[in-house]
């Protein structure tokens, strides 16, 4: 028995010892890690996300009684013990939490009121989750979170939803419900990434491409590194990056930034002249939409290694021109290129978070014990490092 067939078995057990039932199974949805393609998806930009094997664990059973239960039995090894009850007639964006809600509860509940906004013959349920991907870390746990809620209810109701749609409503129910405005990587990524690939992703059409990806094979390791902190900046300034592409667009009447080719940089920022504070971002958007393309180059040519000074580069940008970044991560890349990483960049919205690094297998110890030496030298907290793996997209375990 595997380790994740474990897991389903103690999620099952939980259920049962919470709800006095046999749940109708048990549903996986994965964390992830973005190789490259940073604040580009709300942008109708390219990325390219890999799934962890850390995994947000659903086991439910649908209701006829119209009420909703949820329960979590914490995630990355946390003691949240924690139990609501909702009614989904009465699920409203605008309807302030009920006592004893928490904010993860928000995520599942959204998802229902995005299906059933949708249209789709959604009733109550009970789910119990548990997850053993990081919070806080940049990873993506609540785009897990709602991605093993959606593809469960996909099942009990036999809605038949293909993963893109799925993702979509995911995506609707974070905007819409929970009110962050994120674009669709992180749910797409959830639900379509495959076992040894990376995704390809073209945020517009949602056209994907599965592109191989064997590290292992290659004696190559991408090493996540968890900086463990997340400043109070990032609260709000998602949003703002966010407006602020949006009002470069505006400016030159184009649909998204997506739309200004590398050869149009020049003339599109200096008719950006007037617009305050919207050149860098426009800047970090146009060249982070060509690097992925060029790592693609680089994996389909089986040049894996020449990806790492794109990476780096990457991180640059959005220390420098997307200011997203923070003194944790820019630290996790200077001390692991200066021990021999290959390539290094923060992963996520920015503002604390992980970072990814690619090493040679040789080289990962030591790659990874300057990191920690070197957070210890500047009085950090001591980083989480493990390897990032690309793993399956969500699926049903039992």
Known sequence: MTETQQRARRTAAAFREIYGAEPAGVWAAPGRV???????????????PLALPHTTLAAAAPRTDGVLRLHSGGADGGVVDLRV??????????????AGWAGWAAYPAGV??????????????DLHFDSTVPTGAGLSSSAALEVATALALDD??????????????????????????CGIMDQTAAACCTEGH????????LTLRQVPFDLAGEGLRLLAVDTRVKHALGDGAYAERRAGC?????????????????????DALARLAGVPDVQPLVRHVVTENHRVAEVIACLDAGRPRAIGPLLTA??????DDFTVSCPELDLVVEAATAAGALGARMTGGGFGGSAIVLVEEADAAAVGTAVTEAFAAAGHTAPRLFEAVPSAGAHRIT
């Open 156 to 181: 009990l109701y036999a809605l038949g939803l293909d993963r893109r749609r799925l993702a979509r409503i995911a995506q609707h129910a974070e905007n819409a419900f929970v009110g962050v405005p």
């Open 314 to 319: 990457g991180h640059a940008s959005l220390r």
């Open 112 to 125: 229902v009121w995005a299906m059933r906004e949708a249209g789709l013959p959604v009733g109550g349920a």
């Open 34 to 48: 973005n190789l490259i393609g940073e604040h580009t998806d709300y942008n109708d930009g390219f990325v390219m």
């Open 198 to 205: 990376t995704l390809f992703l073209d945020t517009r059409d």
């Open 85 to 98: 009850d909702l009614r989904i007639d009465e699920l409203c964006p605008a309807a302030p939490p009920q």
């Open 246 to 266: 949006e009002r470069a667009a505006r400016a030159l009447g184009i649909r998204a930034l997506r739309d200004v080719a590398p050869a149009q940089l020049p």
